[in-house]
């Protein structure tokens, strides 16, 4: 038998049964296993784990455990300075582009607000979401952890129950994405890119009261849905000032 030390930190506790949490716990085991498959064992996805020091030293996920190891298991660090140690996540995707899970309507008009490309369905089986996310580069944002076990799995955040600008918050300081923000680029329906388009083209879209105040509108280039500074917009400005101050 083996006997291994784990201490896992910050918000990964929030994975683990009371009694293993913010303290250490011993495992016993027999053979070879990877500090991935045990740190997926006690409850904790992958994704979730930004560095893993055993005796101090920075080990991947395919370090196999040795017995008296003591492992100590961390998330992303925001604040502290482990520019010498590894990060797990080393390779980042070249654009944040997301897809969210079914429980996860409520983000989806303001993270597409901020001009991040979401892609949402309803309908959408886990398979269909992984599958999605594996052949488009996109990161799982899902509340449901057992999601983030699965092998294929690469890129995905644990989205804590919240309010919605707490989650987006999370999302923002996780990835470190505050500088990608453009307001107002994306379509809230479809996903897609807006364009401005001029008054004159639209006239006969626009509601007589909007025509009279607003001069600036933007179209949607694949529902061609139109936009402009209206009371909805001035709400949702609101809401983008709360999650980034
Ligand atoms: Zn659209």
Redesign the pocket.
Known sequence: MLKVTFRFYEELNDFLPKYRRKADFEAMFKGKRSIKDMIESFGVPHTEVDLILVDGKSVDFNYILQDKDRVSVYPVFEFLNITKVTHLRKIPLRRNKFIADINLGNIVKYMRALGFDLFYDSLLSTREIIEISKRENRIILTKDSKLLKFKDVSHGIYIHTGTTIEQIRRILNYLDIKDDIKPFSR??????L?DVVPKDKILDRIPPMTKEFCDKYVQ??????IYWEGTHFINMKKVIKQILA
């Open positions: 379509c809230l329906q479809c996903n897609t807006l949607c280039r694949s529902c061609d849905k």
